[in-house]
């Protein structure tokens, strides 16, 4: 945005201003100033109009403008997995899902793979919204260098990225060290760096498929990194029985006496907890994301997730790559969880916390600036909706706006970090054709090994 002029910011106008701060401020005809890439000044076009005649302006036209969405969990790799035949019979269970399907793709990931994959989800990401995504990754046959190329694809989509490494016993000690080793290098790297826009976790696979000693190791070295876990933690009931049968107790009973828990680890699904594992959770302060749509899709089960909330659990939201689209799954938890408690008044007010208030503070673990909120001295990721309420639009009715209109609404314009990605529909960085097109040759080819 800087070309127009180094001195000059970018002032957007005529804004229906959901600024998702602590009052939920909306702003109608709303106006912000941004400078670089932080938002500076936020109020009405007429106020602001006038005090910068001098910046370049971006009039929004009445769209309805909200801090970009934060997938707190995904899987940028899985991506050229669509619409691939599986060789076996349909899986039966979470287990054969990754024998048959997960396992198998991203040992067949080679490098450019892996690029590709990622530059195609991400543009899924900037057309609807999603402007941070907190990823884990796998590609067993090409891991070190992995995280670079994936670091590379965000680059050039211009979006927020947190990666790790997925560590994993199943393909024996050698492929676990060098995805130890993919972890801590590229975790090094950003600590080096410090860039705004890229951050690190150190990424676990889950409990059943980790050794003691391999956990043990991965604990010594983030502590000495000091970063926490991205892991899958009691998605499926086969977790927790494989942690009672070889250790006597609860998967996450396990990886709190390991010493993985704690407020900057990431326990992902957490479907198949009890009370004693929330109180852990809780204790820890560990957060858990949450990915309805996933749970749903893999017949795994239901987190108790206005439990877990209830208790002081920080859950946040993530796709756990089965959509870009955090609107979706904002969606389908309202309804799953209404449908699981036989109870249309549960898992309403729980969606503002998970998708917005902790999925903010989530992100606030691993970037510096402030996401998802608009406010002077927040990050400028804007997404511009072409949504214009045809009944009165106020602070306290806002979700539901979000679950039955918003949501539905198109996605026009995308600006993360005061740089616009998308303008009106229309990608300003990325060549979406030529990216499809290299990704359909790569993914028949992925086809042909998988
Ligand atoms: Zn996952």
Known sequence: MGRTGEERGLLITHANLVTLDESGRIIPDGALLIQESLIVEVGSTQRLSGRHPEERVVDAQGQLVMPGLINAHTHLYSTLARGMALKDEPPANFVQILERLWWRLDKALVAEDILYSALVALIDCIRHGTTTIVDHHASPGSISGSLDLIAQAIDQAGLR??????????GGCQEAQAGIQENSRFIRRCQYEKKAMRA????????????????????????DLDVGFHLHVAEDAADVSDARAKYGKSAVQRLADCGVLGPETLAIHCVHVDGDDMDILRETDTNVIHNPQSNCNNGVGVAPVVEMLNRGIRVGLGSDGFTANMFDEIRTANILHKLSHGDPRVGYAELLRMAFQNNRDI??????????????????????????????????????????????????????????????????NLDEEQIAARARELASKLWERF
Request: hydrophobic residues 40%; contains cysteine.
């Open 161 to 170: 990225g947190c990666l790790c490494y997925e560590v994993s016993d199943r």
């Open 200 to 223: 690190a976790s150190f990424g676990l696979h889950a409990s059943f498929t980790l050794s003691d000693e391999t956990l043990r190791e991965c604990v010594e070295l983030a502590k």
């Open 363 to 428: 992100a606030g673990l691993f970037f510096r600036d402030s996401l998802g909120v608009i406010r002077p001295g927040a990050a400028a990721d804007l997404i511009f909706l072409d949504y214009h309420p045809p009944t009165p639009l106020r602070p306290d009715n806002f979700l539901g706006h979000l679950l039955f209109g918003i949501s539905g609404a198109r996605v026009q314009t995308t600006i993360v970090a005061g740089n616009e990605l998308m303008r009106n529909g229309q990608l300003v």
